[in-house]
């Protein structure tokens, strides 16, 4: 769209293969990401909560092979997120859970000893996205952003799952 509103659509559609062709080469080199499922959360003042296909950061995930947790897909209503209690938490828990902290500090929930008993966090299959740079460009869902984050993120996710 931004491409047509500039008259540059070919611009555009270059940028839009290179990012294409990004989270396929991502994808291919890292085949333990096919199919395994994934927890997108983040963290606010207001608790945590858990991110439902149809968001930009879970289209990420599954861009790249991973499928979003089917309990948390359950829960989807017509938001693109959805609140999870702290009685609820076990939902983030998957075989790669990613979480992200707005507008707090990640040590508001990293040292909360729910978190820490979550199975995926004990074994080292969580990832923690506080790099601000980094979690805007996973959450921007532009191009540019999207290059950036998928350079960033994927050794994290890769080291997570002892790859």
């Known amino acids: 769209m ?3 509103a500039l008259g540059r659509t070919d611009e555009a559609d270059e940028l839009a293969a290179e990012v294409e062709q990004a989270f396929a080469d991502a994808a291919a080199e890292h085949p333990e990401f096919e199919g395994t499922e994934v927890a997108v959360g983040a963290y606010t ?10 968001d930009a950061r879970v289209a990420f995930m599954e861009q790249l092979g991973f499928e979003n947790k089917q309990a948390i897909e359950d829960l989807a209503t017509e938001n ?3 609140p999870v209690s702290e009685e609820q938490l076990g939902l983030l828990d998957a075989e790669l859970t990613v979480v992200f902290p707005i507008f707090v500090e990640s040590s508001e929930f990293t040292g909360n000893p729910l978190w820490q008993a979550l199975p995926s966090v004990q074994e080292g299959r969580a990832v923690v996205l506080d790099d601000l740079t980094v979690l805007n460009a996973f959450s921007s869902a532009s191009a540019p952003g999207l290059l950036y984050a998928i350079d960033a993120t994927v050794p994290m996710f890769a080291d997570a799952l002892g790859g």
């Open 80 to 82: 693109f997120f959805v």
């Open 45 to 54: 003042s207001e608790g945590f909560g858990a991110y439902v296909s149809g």
């Open 2 to 4: 931004v491409g047509q």
